[in-house]
């Protein structure tokens, strides 16, 4: 597995895999070729259908600010969900042509070029890792620690920081998306609220479901955010950590951090061996994912052993099998913003009822992982980040009830 480094991301939404990947891959071509006239990108499958609502064409513009730039869309079921196709010209000679994946999480994969990451991470299953850490006696953290370098802690600390930030934007933000469907910012509505003080249960529910929004309307909006492990799934992660350090006095910032490295060390496993991208495996893949790590490092700060923590994220991860990518309009907007605050709430609940369960269960998260990866392979494209099926085949504009916010 890779370092967590290509997992966490600092970048700006609203889709790690139509814009932070594609924006990554047209700034190398560019650099290769500064003599280039024109670009002609193809855009095919989940891109080509969704990349307008995901500002996919407006990323790569932007990238490529001062060449002339012309788009096309296809589908091909043989090709890669996220495929897209890159031609270089100097006038009307073609220099070079690129074909990429965009494999989610704002990595990217270029047909015939030697990928540039080092695998890290000597075991890829959670198994073999929990064998490990035990024979050892030391933590997730500490596992984490052996393979990454010696500026790992300062870049989790960017990462928290990143974080905190687009909470703190997107709650005092009040505005209204980008896009037809005009959606109003919830998180500073949910906020500033009078009950804050009190701090019940319904309380810490909607402080937890504000953190939430605030960082998927960030990423709505273009902000900048990190992947965890996508930017569909943005605000789960930083939601449930802002809480438990609000809220528990045992939790310190550094404890943060060190829930980040365990978050990050099951969405490696999520990576490596299924996958975190919508267009290959539906939601599932993205907030069921980022509510797996949620719940894992939520069960780390709370001192749960290892098992227990397994138990939590194979929890969160079980519970959002079959959930389909289907943004309407092409926008993730909805269902994804209000799913990252339904999910945060769920990894909380996950890590609690693993601290009661742990001994009875009987399945592990490599089998949940395998399973999630088969489910999505099962699913009909239509439910895969395409906006052909689901909620976004659906949902009529003149169903709104005009009360709604």
């Known amino acids: 597995m890779y370092s967590l480094r290509s997992l966490y991301q600092i970048g700006h939404g609203p889709s790690s895999s139509h814009t932070m990947g594609p924006a990554k891959a047209v700034q190398e071509v560019k650099e290769k070729y500064l003599d280039a ?43 890669h ?36 990451d080092i695998e890290i ?37 960017e990462v928290w920081d990143a974080m905190k930030d687009a909470i703190s934007r997107g709650i005092e933000t009040i505005d209204v998306l980008p896009g037809p469907l005009k959606m109003k910012r919830k998180a500073h509505m949910l906020y500033y609220q009078d009950d804050r003080h009190e701090m019940t249960e319904v309380t ?19 902000g900048l955010i990190v992947t965890a492990p996508t930017c569909g799934a943005c605000g789960i992660l930083p939601a449930v950590l802002l809480y438990a350090l609000e809220k528990h006095k045992h939790v310190k910032e550094k404890d943060i951090l060190e829930a980040l490295a365990v978050a990050g060390l099951f969405g490696n496993l999520i990576k490596y061996n299924a996958s975190i991208s919508g267009a290959v495996a539906g939601c599932q893949a993205e907030v069921g994912s ?29 519970h959002h099998l079959g959930l389909t990518c289907d943004p309407v309009n092409g926008y993730v907007q909805i269902p994804c913003i209000e799913r990252n605050a339904v999910a945060a709430l769920r990894s909380i609940n996950a890590s609690r009822l693993a601290f009661f369960l742990s001994e009875t269960r009987k399945i592990s998260f490599d089998m949940i992982v395998e399973t999630m990866y088969q489910t999505g392979l099962d699913m009909n494209t239509s439910y895969k980040e395409t906006s052909l099926g689901g909620l976004a085949k659906y949902y009529k504009e003149d169903d709104e009830d005009v009360n709604c916010w």
């Open 37 to 79: 006239t024109k670009f002609y990108i193809t855009l095919y499958n989940s891109l080509a259908l969704t990349g307008r609502g995901h500002l996919t064409e407006d990323i790569i513009a932007s990238v490529l600010d001062g060449y002339s730039v012309e788009f096309s869309n296809k589908v091909d079921v043989e090709k």
């Open 81 to 116: 969900p996220n495929y897209f196709v890159i031609e270089v010209y100097k006038n009307k000679d073609l220099l070079d042509s690129f074909r990429v994946k965009s494999i989610g999480g704002g990595r990217i994969i270029f047909d015939g070029i030697e990928e540039k």
């Open 121 to 157: 991470y000597p075991l890829n299953q959670f198994k073999q890792i929990s064998k490990y850490c035990k024979k050892e006696k030391i933590s997730l953290y500490e596992y984490v620690m052996l393979y990454e370098n010696d500026t790992f802690n300062t870049y989790l600390k």
């Open 204 to 222: 810490e529910n909607r402080i937890v479901s504000a953190y939430a929004y605030a960082v998927s309307e960030e990423n709505a909006a273009g």
């Open 290 to 318: 980022a509510c797996s790590m949620a719940a894992a490092a939520h069960a780390y700060l709370m001192g749960l052993e290892i098992n227990q923590i397994e138990y939590a994220a194979e929890i969160a991860m079980e």
